[in-house]
Antibody, heavy 120, light 111 residues
Framework: QVQLQESGPGLVRPSQTLSLTCSVS??????????WTWIRHRPGKGLEWIGY???????FYNPSLESRLTISVDTSKNQFSLRLISVTAADTAVYYC????????????WGQGTLVTVSS | QSVLTQSPSASGTPGQRVTISCSGI????????VNWYQHLPGTAPRLLIY???HRPSGVPDRFSASKSGTSASLAISGLQSEDEADYYC????????????FGAGTKLTVL
């Protein structure tokens, strides 16, 4: 059974960098056909795809976030990470990590989500 | 504003059948398969339907979906109180180097 767990600060100051890590168990992060994904849910808004990284290191990002975003993988720890720079209050959200089995939105396995608040 | 259009709300009484629609364009629904998610407050979203009309194991057969052209729909029959949730369609979009898009979500109320 694949399990994912987000970790990182719950509070980030405006203009600073939001960094989250997703620890994966029950699957190798280097396995093909696994697309390691970040999604967020902002208050009062719908689900928003942030981006994903493939085992090879190839990334696809949400065009609206791409200029501020980096998703990376640490194969030695079986983890992948999200880094979003220059955050504002609009980046306040519950952030989820998930595994996409096709790269086209088939997200079966999800972390429980972690709330990140951007505030001074 | 989402690339995929969903009605913001839907409602029904227990036992009824409700349908939730999702409208897109050729670069997304017209080319790629559609997935549907159920999202209850305080929980992670749950994959309800994948590849247009397939149910993952554990999803009741009360949930079904279809796609035609650039539109898709999710149907819930035998509505139950625990079906009250937000429902999202999602698919890949070819524009801007490719990215996943979600609909804005439909809030289903069981009256």
């Amino acid at each position: 059974q694949v399990q994912l767990q987000e970790s990182g600060p719950g509070l980030v100051r405006p203009s600073q960098t939001l960094s989250l890590t997703c620890s994966v168990s029950g699957a190798s992060i280097t396995t093909t056909d696994h697309y390691w994904t970040w999604i967020r849910h902002r208050p009062g808004k719908g689900l928003e795809w942030i981006g994903y990284i493939y085992y090879s290191g190839t990334t696809f990002y949400n065009p609206s976030l791409e200029s501020r975003l980096t998703i990376s993988v640490d194969t030695s720890k079986n983890q992948f990470s999200l880094r979003l720079i220059s955050v504002t209050a609009a980046d306040t959200a519950v952030y989820y990590c998930a595994k996409d089995g096709t790269g086209e939105g088939q997200l079966v396995y999800w972390g429980q989500g972690t709330l990140v608040t951007v505030s001074s | 504003q989402s690339v995929l259009t969903q009605s913001p709300s839907a409602s029904g009484t227990p036992g009824q059948r409700v349908t939730i629609s999702c409208s897109g364009i050729s670069s997304n629904i017209g080319t790629y398969t559609v997935n549907w998610y159920q999202h209850l407050p305080g929980t992670a979203p749950r994959l309800l339907i994948y590849s247009d009309n397939h149910r993952p194991s554990g999803v009741p057969d009360r949930f079904s979906a279809s796609k035609s052209g650039t539109s898709a729909s999710l149907a819930i029959s035998g509505l139950q109180s625990e079906d009250e949730a937000d429902y999202y369609c999602a698919t890949w979009d070819d524009s801007l180097n490719g990215h996943l898009v979600f609909g804005a979500g439909t809030k289903l109320t069981v009256l």
